[in-house]
Each structure stands twice: as structure tokens, then as C-alpha cells.
């Protein structure tokens, strides 16, 4: 997610302005949002981006981020001796060109200083973030490996060095973020790793190593703050640099860092701080390149509770997963992030990260069809999970593989790129639940629900009580999904329409969010949410009450609202997948399925035109069927039943 420009000017709305004589101030009404906010963050985030806002007016974060010369290179091992491994090269390599922007800074200055920078006039900087998070070198290095004369070495040489020579230290766009500095840093050292020179870098990549590393160190209370992803990724980027550069000491604070935020972040049932099945898999996949790292370069173990919580948010993924496709529910912010994805299963495909945190984190539990003979990733690389690219490292003294119940040995070379389709045996429970989430299966439904029970971090969206319901796999109740984080001209009204209340399947009281904006990110008078049997209640500022509970039949799910409090009309949503929908009496017709609406009031039922965000950066219309009714009503019923 993008820098969180509103939370550092909390601490400066905590307490309202006095004039010189000592009369109080006349403070607008968001002011004292902005004070309602700050005080369910609480002091530590406050704190947090107070000391940040200082750090940086004083000057003394520029002043550890001046200049620094870059060594020529090279980068890189000059040659490989021999091939190792099986897969496709060229598919590797063409996966990296399509990972390599045209341009490396967008429409950003590029010799602007990083901290200076500004995020959002110049449009949308996420798209410039990816490029730059160079996931190309270790696709290249992984070509490479299976193919040394193959030009992928030369190709992952040149590449770098036109991003250093592109890229001068702490200026432009690039450097402009430490979580995005972190994640470039694992890449680099992920290809370092592929090529077996992690041990021992180049003097220009132990010095650009280096040059990320006090990137990321110069704003580490504001990734603190965030208490989200943010925090997560630097302090693994530092840990990974450690261990590469031989900076034990680095090594140990990264370490620590690392596990103090699993302990803060991830619930002991394995639900992320930040609601998002897609920042729960960059979660995930961070989590595994640290310990990956951890166990190649013999670190001792991250603190307790670490491998616990990597363990239950493992499990967590796995269940909102769809297992034969990979797809997650797009509920809450999305970027689709994919950290170290060289298996090429892509944005939408989360199988990859579910079975090598699985591998990782989950070494006593089997494997479906884990004696399924060996198969071929989308990238053409074997996914069998006794095949695996060994880079040629004596692994005599290594910790114990991980070893599936199945008895299939898991080598702990490079594996990278987890068995595509594998999946913990046994699937997810047909109900569970965990901090913020409650979550169904039947054998042909699958259902999230967004409880927000309990509200311990700040929400993203104003999707309490959101569902999203898939049917034999596929999408049928859908969120609207994020659009982007900073719309294109003319286009700003995606955020209101898809993080608003109107672009979840929830009720929506008299025309208003469940809680108002305002920042970019972050909102006020959050609701009272409590878990109920088979579903929760939320309250809002102004005492409506909207409680959920889900049943579910093989056939059918069968939703109950039940409303009350000062409301003059409500709207029910639900936005439906594409496909032919049409109004009947009662509901709406689809193809694989029929939704039956009912309330214990006079209501009004149709289908509605919406918008819909199927991948980061895109909207397309949506239809939706709405059912609007006025007070006293009290009951409202879905009934979906499968086609």
C-alpha cells in the first residue's frame, strides 16, 4: 500500500491550536475527526508519526540520505559453470521482460530527492513501484541457472546496471518509500541467492545492498506506525540484507524487528492486522523469504511466537484461497502484489504462496496429491515436490526439510516456486473463524465474511459485514475491489464508489458510510463490532445496528439481516459477477444461480448499474441487485440458491 500521508499528521491534530493570549481556537468539524482517529490508533501510532514528522523537519532524515556513489559493477557472478535444475528458461526470461517497465520512473521526477517527493500529483505511482521492485533479476538468475549459455546472466547484468545508472541514490521515485526499497532489497538478494553468491556479493552489490539498507532504516518509525505490511517488509529487508552482507548485527535487529511485528500484527489465529486476503499473501510471502533466508544462512531461530503465527496465518490463507484456481476474495485493499513469485502463477494465483509457507511453516502436515506425479507450473518449471531447482549448495549441515506426512521429501535447496495446486491436505474446515473474519464452505459454496470482530487495527475500506460468496469456484457475490490508490484525472470518484459502503455486500443506512473518511486511507468514529453466532453485529457512531448471520445447505446460503436504530431507509447490495442477471419478483436470475429477497417491510427490488475493480487499476461495470426499504423495517432475508 502507498504511503499513509494522512496518519503522519495525527499527532498534530491530538490537541486543538491556542492563539498567543491563550483563547481557544475555533476547530472545523474534521479537525475533531481527525482527533477521533488519532485516539482509536492510539499513542503508540501517534507517537510513532509524530517522532517521524519530527525526524524529518529537523533534517536529519535527508542527512542520512545524502548521495552515494555506486561502484560501476559488476553486479553479478560473471559466468555459470554448468546447468542445474529442470524448467523453462524462456519462459522465465519473458516473464522478466514483462516485469521490466519501459521507463523507470513514470511520470515522476527522477533527480528529486526521494523524501521530498511528491506521491500524487503525477498520478498513480504504484505501477512505478512494481517495475522498480526488480522481480526481473531473479527470474533472470533462475533462467540462468537452467540455462547458462542461454545470454540470462549478461540480461540480469545490464538490467541492474541501467536501474543503478536510472536510480542514483535517495532520488526519484525508486527511493521514495522504504517498504518498496525492502522489497527490491529481498529480490536482489534472491538472485544473489540463485546464482550462489549471497555468501560472498560483488563489491557493487554489497554496496547497493547497503545503500537499501539505510533507506530503509531512515523512516522506520513511520512504517511502525502504519502497523500493516509496511513494517513487515522493511524489517525483513534489513534481516535478509543482514545475513547477506555479514552484518550480524543488522541480521539480529531485522530479526528481532520481525518477530516483535508478527507477535503486534498476526493474530494467534492467523488473521493479518491489514483486511486483505491479497496483503495477507504479501504477508506470507515475506514471511517465507525471511525464514527461507534464516534457515540457508544458519540464523538461529526468529522468537516465539513466530513460527507459531506464520503457522496459523498459513492456514488462514489456505482457507479463503479457491484451491483450483488460486484466486483470493478481492475483499479490502488490493494491489495484487506478488513477492519472489518465480513459479509465474501471477497476481491471481495465490497457490504458489500457500504451498511454500506450507512447506515452511506447516513441515508435520501432508500435502494433497502429494504423490501426484510431477506437473509444470504456468512458468514451465517442475512442481513436483521431490524436483526442485538445487543450486548446488552442501546442505550436510542445514536444518531438516520439511516433511510431509505423505513421506515426500521437501529438499531445502532452492525450491522457490511452491508446488502449483498444493494445498495443506484435509482443505479448510466447513466453518471457522478468526479476528475479523468468519468463513464457510460447503461443497459447492464458499463464503467470507468481513465481522471486524473485534476492530483492533484501523479499517481500510467501510466493508463491515461484507460477503463475499463464491460457487463452484467461481465469483458470484463480488467487492468492488480497489481500483487504484490514486485514480486517474476525472477519475476520483473510484475511491468513494469501491471503498465506500455502496461498493460491499452490506446494508447501507440513509446514503452514508458506515464511518466517515478522512484521509486517503483512514477513518473515523470506527463502528462497535461483536461476534455473534454463525455471524457478528455492528454499531455505528450514530447507535444503527446491522447484524449478519450466515446458514448454509449444500444448495443454498441463506443470509439474515437484522436492523435497527435512527434510520430512515436502508439499501441492501449485492453486487453479482458478470453474466446475464435479470429482475424477477423476488430477486434476480443468473446463470449458475437465483437470489430470493425478502423484508418484513414494504420494499422496492431492482437491478442497479455499479462498477467493479477485477484487477488493480481497472473498472469495469457491475450489476447489482439492490432492495431499498424505509423504516420501521427490522428483517431482511436472502436466500442464493445454486443453478
Known amino acids: 500500500m502507498p504511503a499513509l500521508t494522512e496518519s503522519v499528521t495525527l499527532a498534530e491534530a491530538a490537541v486543538p491550536a491556542v492563539r498567543g493570549d491563550g483563547a481557544w481556537v475555533r476547530v472545523s468539524p474534521r479537525f475533531w475527526l481527525l482527533a477521533d482517529a488519532a485516539w482509536r490508533l492510539g499513542p503508540r501510532a501517534c507517537l510513532l508519526a509524530g517522532w517521524h514528522r519530527a525526524w524529518r523537519r529537523s533534517g536529519l532524515a535527508a542527512r542520512a540520505l545524502r548521495d552515494v556513489a555506486l561502484p560501476d559493477g559488476p553486479f553479478l557472478p560473471h559466468r555459470l559453470s554448468e546447468a542445474v535444475g529442470q524448467g523453462d528458461a524462456a519462459a522465465l526470461a519473458a516473464a522478466a521482460e514483462v516485469a521490466l517497465a519501459p521507463g523507470w520512473h513514470g511520470a515522476f521526477p527522477a533527480d528529486v530527492p526521494s523524501l521530498g517527493l511528491d506521491l500524487f500529483s503525477a498520478g498513480d505511482i504504484r505501477p512505478v513501484w512494481e517495475a522498480n521492485r526488480l522481480l526481473a533479476l531473479p527470474l533472470l538468475a533462475k533462467a540462468a541457472r537452467l540455462a547458462p549459455g542461454g545470454g540470462h546472466l549478461a540480461r540480469a547484468e545490464a538490467v541492474l546496471r541501467d536501474w543503478a545508472e536510472a536510480n542514483p541514490s535517495y532520488r526519484g521515485p525508486a527511493w ?35 545503500v537499501h539498507a539505510r533507506r530503509i532504516a531512515a523512516t522506520r518509525a513511520y512504517a511502525a506506525a502504519q502497523d500493516n505490511n509496511h513494517v513487515i517488509s522493511e524489517l525483513a529487508g534489513l534481516f535478509v540484507i543482514g545475513l547477506v552482507l555479514g552484518d550480524a548485527a543488522l541480521a539480529r535487529r531485522g530479526a528481532r524487528g520481525l518477530a516483535r511485528a508478527v507477535t503486534r500484527l498476526v493474530a494467534p489465529d492467523g488473521a493479518f492486522a491489514q483486511a486483505s486476503p491479497g496483503y495477507h499473501r504479501l504477508l506470507l510471502d515475506t514471511l517465507v523469504v525471511a525464514e527461507w533466508f534464516r534457515r540457508r544462512h544458519g540464523a538461529p531461530a526468529f522468537a516465539a511466537p513466530f513460527a507459531d503465527r506464520a503457522a496459523a496465518a498459513t492456514r488462514w490463507l489456505d482457507r479463503v484461497m479457491d484451491p483450483r484456481t488460486g484466486a483470493l476474495p478481492r475483499c479490502g485493499p488490493v494491489d495484487d502484489s506478488a513477492l519472489a513469485d518465480l513459479s509465474l502463477h501471477g497476481a491471481l494465483d495465490a497457490r504458489g504462496s500457500v504451498g511454500r509457507a506450507a512447506a515452511l511453516f506447516l513441515p508435520d502436515v501432508g500435502f494433497d496429491d502429494a504423490d501426484a506425479p510431477p506437473r509444470l507450473a504456468p512458468g514451465g518449471v517442475s512442481e513436483s515436490p521431490t524436483v526442485a531447482l538445487d543450486v548446488g549448495r552442501d546442505d550436510a549441515d542445514a536444518p531438516p526439510c520439511p516433511r510431509p506426512t505423505g513421506g515426500v521429501q521437501r529438499p531445502l535447496g532452492l525450491w522457490w516456486g511452491g508446488p502449483e495446486g498444493r494445498r495443506p491436505s484435509g482443505g479448510a474446515p466447513l466453518a471457522w473463524r478468526s479476528e475479523g473474519w468468519l468463513g464457510l464452505r460447503t461443497p459447492r459454496f464458499q463464503a467470507l465474511l468481513r465481522t471486524g470482530a473485534p476492530l483492533r487495527f484501523r479499517p481500510s475500506q467501510a466493508d463491515l459485514l461484507h460477503l463475499d460468496l463464491a460457487l463452484d469456484g467461481a465469483p458470484l457475490l463480488t467487492d468492488g475491489g480497489t481500483g487504484a490508490y ?143 426499504a424505509v423504516a420501521p423495517v427490522s428483517r431482511l432475508t436472502t436466500v442464493v440458491e445454486a443453478g
Open 176 to 210: 521514495a518509500c522504504g517498504q518498496e526499497a525492502a522489497l527490491r532489497a529481498v529480490h536482489l538478494c534472491l538472485a544473489l541467492a540463485l546464482l550462489e553468491a549471497d555468501r560472498a556479493p560483488a563489491p557493487a552489490m554489497r554496496a547497493l545492498l547497503g
Open 486 to 628: 490514486n485514480p486517474p484525472s476525472g477519475f476520483s470518484w473510484w475511491t468513494e464508489v469501491l471503498a465506500g459502503t455502496a461498493g460491499h455486500n452490506t446494508v447501507q443506512f440513509d446514503d452514508e458510510d458506515q464511518m466517515p473518511r478522512v484521509g486517503r486511507f483512514l477513518f473515523a468514529r470506527w463502528p462497535r463490532c461483536v461476534a455473534v453466532p454463525g455471524g457478528a453485529t455492528m454499531r455505528d457512531a450514530r447507535s444503527r445496528r446491522h447484524e449478519r448471520r450466515l446458514h448454509a445447505t449444500t444448495h443454498s446460503v441463506v443470509i439474515e439481516d437484522e436492523v435497527a436504530g435512527p434510520f430512515a431507509g436502508l439499501v441492501l447490495r449485492w453486487r453479482l459477477a458478470p453474466g446475464a442477471w435479470r429482475v424477477t419478483a423476488d430477486g434476480a436470475q443468473g446463470p449458475r444461480a437465483r437470489l430470493r429477497l425478502a423484508a418484513d417491510a414494504p420494499c422496492r427490488i431492482r437491478l442497479a448499474s455499479g462498477w467493479h475493480s477485477p484487477a488493480y487499476g481497472r473498472v469495469d461495470p457491475a450489476t447489482v441487485l439492490e432492495l431499498a
